[in-house]
């Protein structure tokens, strides 16, 4: 199987239920695994910026990655992240998580104001420390020496990467990535439907966490051919994007999940909590939405 066949679908960046101080929660982890995969998800990826990695300790990540591969089946793609503040965390994480038994490693690039060189130095680091497939997170707001589709196509050519996961509306590098043979998830779940267009072998993303049979349903659609239907299931999901972003995403995620049922605790400080205002302005722009019934417990 080529690295093209064995990644596709839609993958929950799968938020990381905390308590108040931050500490791990597996038993709510657990149960939202099973529910994505019920909803049909092909795999999850793991304390990303959703799971809220950076914040965690590197004990703690490991933890989650463990618990992540244990309770996911055999068949689906545990990608697990390892991007942290310095190269030499990153290449423990990306060691233990190919170990642990995860599908693919993934990381965001290193967070400051690096060069290029610098970059690709601490992804040549990781790749060569993982024994998995590896997953470059491309992010430009994060990292802006690192946007050119050139150093995009340099870094996929480094130790194990396979590609990336590509959070930007430039579909127009996403097609060049893609054609290039390079495995590329749509991390934008908003235009999720473009990128599958474009080319994306699937997507990545933090609000697969609470409408997933949605965008398993919209890539089952792209799948298919049938843009039209495709892109109007898009529309319906962007409504709730459209509120979701008025808040903080991550703590408006979870706070959706718990009005699903699933308390997910808290998130890791510094991020705050939604306010009393915001929870009650979020409730009633959910009222009269097809989402209504969904997060009954906001009512
Ligand atoms: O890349 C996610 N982005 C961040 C993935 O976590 C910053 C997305 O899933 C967004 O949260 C989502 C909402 O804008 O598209």
Known sequence: MTDTQKFFGILPAVVTPVDEAGRFQAAPFEALLARVYVAG????????????????????????????????????????????????????????????????????????????????AYYRAIGEASSVPFLVYYFPSLAPSMTQVEQLLELCELPNVVGLKFTDSDFYKLSILARSGHVVFNGSDEMLVAGLLRGACGGIGSIYNVIPEMFVELYALASAGDWAEASALQDRINDLIRIILRYPVFPAVK??????????????????????????????RLQGTEFAERFRSAR
């Open 41 to 120: 998800v092909d795999g999850i990826y793991v304390c990303g910026q959703t799971g809220e990695g950076l914040q965690q300790s590197a004990a703690q990540r490991k933890k989650v990655a463990e618990v992540a591969v244990a309770s996911s089946p055999a068949s689906k793609q545990v990608i697990v992240h390892v991007g942290a503040m310095s190269t030499g965390e990153a290449v423990e994480l990306a060691q233990h998580a190919s170990r642990a038994g995860a599908t693919a490693i993934s990381s965001l690039p290193p967070i400051g104001n690096y060069s290029f060189a610098e970059i690709k």
């Open 255 to 284: 706070t959706l999940l718990k009005w699903s049922g699933l308390n997910c605790g808290h998130c890791v400080k510094p991020r705050r909590e939604l306010t009393a205002e915001e929870t009650a302005d979020l409730a009633s």
